[in-house]
């Protein structure tokens, strides 16, 4: 078989129109380095740091196939702006998508003309034994596990994959995916710790808005220490010191875990941030944390309220959330509280409850981030049959869902979605400055907006919110002002 006969062609779209949320595409990194172990060739399209030419180029070579991972989110749409350049160029290229929201939504992804094959969840596997078969021009594909496909017009759905051995999958930067890391290092300055790398896969816990439940079926797999240990000689020596744990929960939240790994990354010297419970931490759990170089944590609070916490399946309670507020206030990391409004059955009165918590939360942890998201009814999640129930009307078609963000509300139960929207800005642009557009190159834009949301936010007044539409014009025109920054730093 020749090269040219092995070619496999991994492409992951613009998933968000901020620079600073351009971190290395695991999504894909993950499927190549296990294709290359097995010999195929593998190239890879980043949208955020390619050219669409380059794309065009890589499938005027006539891959085996153009697999394409997505989010539910606005990403769909560039993936399949990314799929109809592929079919224009040549339509016998199969196109193979993967993600969450192809997982979850896997027989409407199929009913797209732009898409022949859904490799659903955990895909390197999937996806080795789909390129084998081509190969061999298998036409009954009923024998690969977590394929979906189509036989004429008819969408067949095989069984579900097993998940892998996690410690038997390859190192992400390994073959090409060295190309993509060091890409991102020469960026390091422009998008935080921008180096993804994944200890685990999975989450122990249940949460009713997020997608865990259904695509690792609460199945938790984290690498041993002497494989953690492995890759981050690895990362080490390709330059890498600061970085994210791209972990849903870190090391699965395992504690005994963690106090095996946390010196691993104080003695590479490593910078990092991660995603835990807020009731991870004790007060010496936190100091370790402190000195291996953790730089920044991520809680998902969600609600101050007792009802909703248990309403949503969040495994904490408002005593536990004090409690872990309390510890780690008294640390020096920069710390997010993620909280949560507009899910169905929500009463105002809670809603309210919630945004004064964000208050109490400054309070007692000041400058702590506090964005408030506004809820999204995802496929797949133990809250989205409710969400049908309160009215909410999914898309009937792949495309339709592009919207679904949490800076666009459409939930049917919200009686005033533009209130939401704004609440959801003002909370970014009042309580994440500093991380993120304090020292951005429009920040003679950002600082007077800054000072505005802090007004805002403290008497609650949205009149007149323009905010929202210089976002959404942010928003629509992102590569606009990327490619204006560019030009102004190099003047």
Known sequence: MTMKNKLIVLAYANASPFPYHAWTPLAILSLGAYLEREGYYVEY????????????????????????????CFQIKNTLDLAQIARNINPKIPLVWGGTHPSMMAVQTLESQLVDFVVKGEGEQTLLELVRAIHEKKEDLSDIDGLGWKRGKEIIMNKDRDFLDIDDLPFPYDGKGKEILLEYLRRSGETLENIGYESSRGCPHKCGFCYNVYFHKNVCRVKSKEKVKEELIKLKDLGVDKMTFYDDTFLAGKKEV??????????????????????????ALLKQFEDSGCVYVFFGVESPDDDVLKHIKKGLNRKMIDKGIEIVSKGNIPTLYSLLIGLPGETEEQMNRTLDFADEIRRRHPGAEVPIQPYVPLPGTLIYEEALAHGFKPPTHLEGWKNFTNDEVRNPWIKNPKLLNAIYINSFLAFRYDRFLKNFWFKIVFGPLHALSLWRWKHREYRCFFELYLYLAYKRSGKFFIALEKLIKNQ
């Open 45 to 72: 399209f980043d949208e955020r740091i390619h050219k669409k030419e380059h794309f065009r180029d890589l499938v005027k070579r006539g891959p085996v196939l153009v697999g394409l991972s997505t989010m539910t």
């Open 258 to 283: 963690m106090i095996e790994i946390l010196p691993l990354l104080k003695e590479f010297g490593f910078k990092w941030i991660a995603n835990l419970r807020i009731n991870t931490f004790d007060e």
